[in-house]
């Protein structure tokens, strides 16, 4: 996940803003056009140069953690297989940096819960 990417994620539960917790993140080399460009549009190279690979997404005010997994902040309010697997790499740390946070646990919206699988079972046989 872009560190530009942070000023326009809000909760999707209680629509205020979210704090970044960065486990493992790697540089982007960015080309001569690419930071010129980011210039001339008004855009700090340095949040489009850090890809967030491994972390949170916090909520403080409800104590919610979404996942950053292979760079794909998971906002979603109901639990996933990506959650599972998250736990399972990485439960023990988040217990221990983020004490008291969990992952939504809101029932998912009608249809919800078939459009992900769907979308998972493309994403996983695209080559």
């Known amino acids: 996940m872009r560190l530009r ?3 326009y994620l809000a909760c ?9 917790v960065s486990w493992e993140a790697k540089e982007i080399v960015l080309t001569v056009a690419q930071r010129d460009q980011a210039g001339a549009l008004g855009i700090e190279t340095d949040d489009l140069a850090r890809d967030v ?3 949170l997404v916090n909520n ?3 104590r919610l953690s979404y996942p950053i997994y292979r760079s794909v902040p998971r906002m979603l309010t109901f639990r996933s297989g990506v959650h599972t697997e998250f736990e399972r790499a990485h439960g023990d ?4 940096e983020c004490p008291g ?5 809101e029932p998912p919206t009608p249809g919800e819960e078939d459009m992900l699988r769907s979308f998972s079972t493309e994403w996983t046989n695209y080559q």
Do not use: K, N, Q, V
Not at 101 to 105: K, V
């Open 93 to 96: 740390r988040m217990a221990r």
């Open 60 to 62: 403080p005010r409800l």
């Open 53 to 55: 690979t491994t972390g």
């Open 12 to 20: 999707p539960i209680d629509h205020g803003p979210l704090e970044l």
């Open 101 to 105: 946070y969990a992952f939504p646990s």
């Open 5 to 7: 990417l942070m000023r």
